[in-house]
């Protein structure tokens, strides 16, 4: 693929090729210019941000952008080393090797994305470390076998920071493998374009609900794990769109979403009721 091939920045970004359905992202900056050129370069990529900012949207979007297969992973404390690369299973009365998503992204040449991966174990991540810096090998020293990784394919990985402690952290070794894309919350006017982007809200919709994530972000006086991400924003347009009131869709989709605590969500409501009434 070269350059030119690639559709022109600032053109609709759902206007990319491919016969999946296509898929919204709104370009914020220089993030699928920086993608790109680790992927011409043959470069892993690590991109770090809060929960629901779009981090896996945008390698979705990439991954069509570039027309190349996708195998995500979902990270989680019990993801081995055998998950990624493959194992030894009993099919039929005979042992068959199966690959793991990594070994099937290598031999595919498309991109493997290790979602959250501060949530695997560090002696699972290791098994990347050959295919993240110039090697692009794969050891299957349960097959006596190393893959080389084809030009395509692509290394990506994401993480939330705020998750991040002394136990649950990215190792140096392994972060200094990678470029690196910090995600954050979008801008209020980025984020008006995403919600009618994706949901097919009106301007007016878009603008009240990212007025109360808004809201919520600023607040200093309740204690929230995670504020309201742009995808919990797009939950709610969603179900407003099919019916629900107003009201009620913002304390399914934020309120509830955010908290366990019933004096909490009384403030939070406090907030979407001073937007829509109730």
């Known amino acids: 693929m070269h350059p030119s091939d690639f559709p022109p920045r600032g053109s609709d970004p759902r206007d990319v090729g491919g016969a999946e359905p296509h898929l919204f992202y709104d370009i914020q900056d220089q ?31 990439m991954a069509q952008r570039l027309d190349l297969p996708l195998f995500t992973v ?12 493959g194992r030894h299973l009993i099919q039929d009365g005979a042992t068959c090797w199966n690959d793991g998503a990594l070994t099937r992204a290598v031999r595919a040449g498309g991109i493997c994305y290790l979602d959250e991966v501060v949530e695997a174990r560090r002696d699972t991540t290791v098994v990347i470390h050959p295919l993240a810096d110039h090697r692009r090998t794969l050891p299957i020293d349960r097959l006596g076998i190393t893959l080389e990784a084809p030009d395509s394919f692509m290394l990506v990985m994401s993480y939330n920071p705020g998750y991040q402690n002394f136990l649950k952290g990215l190792k140096p070794s392994t972060r200094q493998r990678f470029v690196t894309l910090r995600f954050d919350f979008p801008t ?18 878009a603008r009240r609900l990212v007025s ?53 969500v009384d403030g939070l409501m406090a907030i979407i009721t001073a937007t829509f009434g109730g």
């Open 212 to 264: 109360i994530a808004s809201a919520i972000r600023g607040l200093k006086d309740i204690d929230l794990e995670e504020v309201v991400s742009t995808r919990l924003l797009v939950y709610a347009a969603v179900l407003m769109r099919d019916g629900l009131d107003p009201t009620q869709a913002c304390r399914a989709a934020l309120a509830e979403s955010l908290t366990d605590d019933p004096e909490v």
């Open 74 to 85: 979902a990270c989680h404390d019990d993801l081995t080393a055998a998950d990624l690369v």
């Open 31 to 61: 993030e699928v210019a920086l993608f790109e050129h680790a992927w011409r370069n043959r470069l892993p990529v690590l991109i770090k941000g809060p929960t629901g900012v779009g981090k896996t949207r945008f390698v979705s979007y």
């Open 188 to 205: 209020p006017e980025r984020e008006q374009r995403i919600l009618m982007g994706e949901t097919g809200c009106d301007a007016d919709l």
